[in-house]
């Protein structure tokens, strides 16, 4: 994340901005391309082979392949997407949004270079390489940044995005598992900003062996200092405990130095205690 920073600060102002505005546009030029010059397609997707040859223009015109045949399903995802992608723009700022997209383009165009090498420079079948796991990294991306923000399921069924994402999750996972080591490659090549984007936003220190114990050792001396019937949890800045309204909620402080709990309103705004 510093390093993001760091880059945003020296070259955010040559961020690309409604780039999911920019993405929608593209494949409208290859959707007209695809009813009035349907061969004209099969110059325009990413193989190595024909790009070391001369057809360079392919290391890029393949975004311009949809991702699907035209119809009313295809504009609801590809609406859909443009919506969440949008979210995404605003919540993350350009900068990081154009780091996350171009990330998966650049991932998904070295993973067909890799397998042009491992398989001895020979033709691949070009639409093995789509921006269908792109797209899908962005799907996913947004359940991890709102999981629990709603949406219809089949416009009739109230759905949290964090269960979307878990489903989206075990169709990649089965799909990965039931294709051969191409497809593999592919797969994992499209969706490795996403790998990354998870891992950079995941707090690891939690499941470490020593924030383990310290959890262990907070949880029993909240056992032995609470009352049989008094509360359980205390804030240390304001005092309240659960006892005074059910919408509170309690966490101690992984940066203070003790068990030091607090509640919603002040976890992230208290002075961490540090023992001298």
Known sequence: MNFLNKM??????????????????????????????????????????????????????????????????????????????????RTWGAFRFNIYIFGGILFTILGSFLLYVILGGGKLFGPLFSTYYINMSIFLAFALTYPDI????????????????????????????????????????????????FLMTQNFKRVSPKEIHRKQEFRRTVRSSAPKNGPRHKCAVCGRTELDGDHLEFRFCSKCDGTYEYCQDHLFSHEHIQKQ
Do not use: H
Not at 34 to 49: C, D, G, K, M, V
Not at 158 to 185: A, H, S, T
């Open 8 to 89: 945003e600060r020296k070259f955010g102002r040559y961020a690309v901005y409604n780039l999911p505005t920019i993405i929608i546009a593209l494949y409208v030029v290859g959707y007209v391309l695809e009813a009035f010059q349907p061969a004209i397609l099969n110059y325009l997707t990413l193989e190595p082979y024909y790009i070391l040859r001369g057809q360079v223009w392919r290391i890029l015109t393949w975004i311009l392949i949809p991702p699907d045949s035209l119809n009313l399903f295809t504009i609801v995802m590809l609406y859909f997407y443009y919506s969440i992608g949008r979210t995404l723009e």
């Open 150 to 197: 709603e949406v219809l399921l089949m416009f009739v069924i109230p759905i949290k995005m964090k269960w979307m994402g878990f489903l989206y999750g075990f169709f990649i996972i089965y799909e990965f598992l039931n294709v051969v080591w191409i497809g593999k490659v592919a797969i994992l090549a499209s969706l490795m900003n996403f790998v990354i984007y």
